[in-house]
């Protein structure tokens, strides 16, 4: 045990604590800008400096080592005057653009200024080095995050979240040093162009506003004004408990009446509870699991509903894809229902007839869910995805006085009843717990076994794993590092009949777009409160879901039908592979969009569409024959998209809106613009079968 005396007070610690450490135990607030929970402490800012007695000259709080006996003090004038002069020099090289900024109220370096009344001093210092124009400032490319480098205080976060203390990924890193220190992608590259996974925790990590998720709630707030379209929005399990953060609230505490209730102020016609279709995922990917377990075929099977972890696969291991399941996320299997199914029938018959469709939104807490939203062959199912945060911004911006709401809100029926084991979803391990309480029910055993698997609960990272009597052994991986780790050797084609993959640690609750919390046992009081909710409800297997059960009864015929295929399910490819090129293209036909349909090709290239048709030579003339000499698409459940049925990187098989079946053949080419390539379509054959 260490004892110290800072700013007057006894404080008791134990061995390894901080001067930090030591001063939040004693209730002394020292501010940080470059400290997160979690990630190893850089001393880059220098707000935390203190005085210890018996030193020359100030340590930083964050990384200096409390010691038994230390003599601490963390407000002396000299110490006020330093951050006075520290944080005039970084508003010199900030834009003064809080009105706009998307964490406006939310930025810490926002917050220490307004505390203390710090003034611009200093000339304005742009960031960066003039010498290397490279090192492009603002870049909204990727559909989930938005970097601006004139607000970065080079703190360092970002790229630690990044690279060896968090993801692994190493898609952030620094270039030049002193003053000019900035943080730039791999080669200076676009984000889009890098192998981003959309997760988002350099967002989470970021004390300003430099790095963002891609702000959506302008576009819905103004959509909701209008009131000219049903809108619908629903919620994931960890938003309704994170959610409360945002508004002063203890981490754990669960407001999903209070958010139903805002969510209903704010003009959405239906909420809906997306752990619906979490019981539905359920019911698909545990079918398809022990489908696999009969056949002994592309096992272990991967769980899917983490876009990062999709990400990444698709990145990185391609020839890893055929053991994802085929089932959508959540997200997007409720998406496809309210705009496809039996509920958009029923609201009127412009609806039913496919002319128009609903307004759908989705709260998560994931910023990979908006790439995940734009993937083909399910874009346009959600309109748009709004993290937690945005939606917190939502909710300040109209005035909502989401404390004083009532915890009375109901979901609408009937895409929101749920039960625990949709719940647990949103802590880390909880898809497999799910799975396996469902999969034990189709193998007639599960009276037999526990319905909680405390072994793959926890936050901590690592494989998490358990076996399974009549299933097998399966695993957790909690977090990306985690997975990357795991595949490193072929142990795991072996050892388990199922792994989960969560790219952020601790899961859903966990996620890139989550509010910014500086306590460190935030993710374990955000799975206490998740496991207490299934705990408590009065039905905790995906099975027992009453309208899944009458869903599969009117709807989709079966889990795994081919009417729960179409709706349901999902096909990968290689990110940038010719096999993706053709699933974006056939997208686009789909929805008739000529213009990104154009973005594809080449400016001289030949499409073969096997049709009266014929040949349609040069991107232009594909645009504009997209546009205008397809049948006009519906909208709704006359929505019908291309299928491909070949399951392999380099089959082109495809089953056509119509029922036909055709194959295409591409011939691919570099197309340079401004000094960057991308590859393109040269020419596309189609060949009926």
Not at 362 to 371: F, I, R, Y
């Amino acid at each position: 045990m260490i004892r110290l005396t800072i700013n007057g007070r006894r404080a008791e610690l134990n061995e390894g604590a901080t001067l930090l450490d030591a001063a939040r135990m004693a209730g002394i607030h020292v501010p940080t800008l470059c400290h997160y929970p979690g990630l190893p402490p850089r001393s880059v800012c220098r707000m935390c400096l203190v005085e210890v007695a018996g030193t020359p000259k100030p340590q930083p709080a964050c990384s200096t080592p409390a010691k038994d006996g230390d003599v601490v003090e963390t407000n002396t004038r000299a110490l006020q005057d330093f951050r006075r002069s520290d944080a005039e020099w970084l508003l010199a090289r900030h834009p003064n653009d809080c009105m706009r900024c998307e964490v406006n109220g939310d930025c810490r370096l926002q917050t220490l200024v307004a505390e203390n009344q710090w003034e611009e001093r200093w000339p304005e210092i742009p960031p960066g080095s003039p010498d290397h124009p490279e090192h492009v400032p603002t870049d909204h490319t990727s559909p989930s995050i938005w970097r601006d480098l004139s607000k970065c205080i080079e703190c360092g976060l970002c790229a630690q979240a990044c690279g060896e203390e968090g993801q692994q990924q190493f898609v952030i890193g620094f270039a030049e040093r002193g003053y000019e220190r900035v943080p730039v992608t791999v080669f200076d590259k676009p984000l889009s162009e890098t192998n981003c996974i959309s997760c988002g925790q350099c967002t989470l990590v970021c004390p300003v506003g430099a790095l963002i998720e891609a702000p959506h709630w302008h576009d819905v707030l103004h959509t909701l004004d209008s009131r000219k379209r049903v809108s619908v929005v629903q919620i994931a399990p960890a938003t309704r408990i994170a959610i409360s953060e945002e508004f002063g609230m203890k981490p754990g505490t669960v407001s999903t009446g209070r958010l139903i209730n805002a969510l209903r102020q704010l003009g959405f016609d239906y909420v809906f509870d997306t752990n619906f279709t979490a019981d539905l995922t359920i019911m698909e990917e545990g079918t398809e699991l022990l489908g696999r377990l009969e056949t002994g075929t592309r096992l272990p099977i991967f769980t899917s509903c983490c876009p990062g972890w999709v990400s990444w696969l698709e990145l990185n291991r391609p020839d890893l894809l055929p053991h994802l399941s085929t089932a959508k996320s959540p997200q997007q299997m409720h998406g496809a229902l309210s705009k496809r199914g039996q509920f958009a029938r029923a609201l009127g018959p412009d609806y039913a007839a496919g002319k128009i469709e609903p307004y759908v939104v989705s709260v998560m807490p994931c910023t990979a869910k908006k790439d995940e939203a734009l993937r083909p062959g399910m874009a346009g199912d959600v309109d748009h995805v709004l993290t937690t945060r945005e939606l917190a911004r939502m909710i300040r911006s109209r005035g909502i006085a989401f404390g004083a709401l009532e915890e009375d809100g109901r979901f609408d029926s009937p895409l929101g009843e749920s039960t625990g084991a949709a719940q647990i979803f949103g802590a880390s391990g909880g898809v497999m717990e799910a799975m396996v309480r469902t999969a034990a029910h189709f193998k007639g055993g599960e009276h037999a076994l526990p319905l909680e698997w405390q072994q793959l609960r926890g936050v901590d990272q690592g494989v998490k794993t358990a076996t399974v009597p009549g299933i097998g052994a399966v695993a957790v991986c909690n977090g990306i590092a985690t997975a990357q780790r795991m595949l490193e050797t072929d142990d795991w084609q072996t050892d388990y009949v199922a792994v989960e993959v969560m790219a952020c640690v601790g899961g859903c609750l966990g996620g890139g777009g989550e509010p910014k919390s500086m306590d460190p046992d935030v993710l374990k009081k955000r799975a206490q409160a998740i496991y207490d909710m299934d705990a408590n409800a009065p039905r905790r297997r995906s099975h027992e879901n009453r309208d899944v059960q009458k869903l599969y009864e009117t709807e989709l015929t079966g889990p795994n039908s081919e009417a729960a295929h179409d709706l349901l399910h999902t096909e990968y490819a290689g990110r940038r592979s010719a096999r993706s090129l053709l699933m974006r293209f056939l997208d686009c036909v789909d929805r008739r969009d000529g213009e990104a349909a154009a973005q594809l090709f080449h400016p001289e290239a030949v499409w073969s569409t096997a049709s009266p048709f014929g040949d349609i030579e040069g991107a232009s003339d594909i645009e504009v024959f997209i546009r205008t000499q397809l049948p006009p698409r519906l909208y709704g459940p006359h929505y019908k998209r291309h299928r491909m049925t070949g399951a392999g990187e380099g089959d082109f098989t495809v089953l056509t809106p119509d029922g036909e079946n055709c194959r295409f053949t591409m011939d691919m080419s570099e197309l340079d613009e401004g000094g960057r390539s991308r590859r393109v379509i040269r020419r596309l054959e189609r060949e009926l079968l």
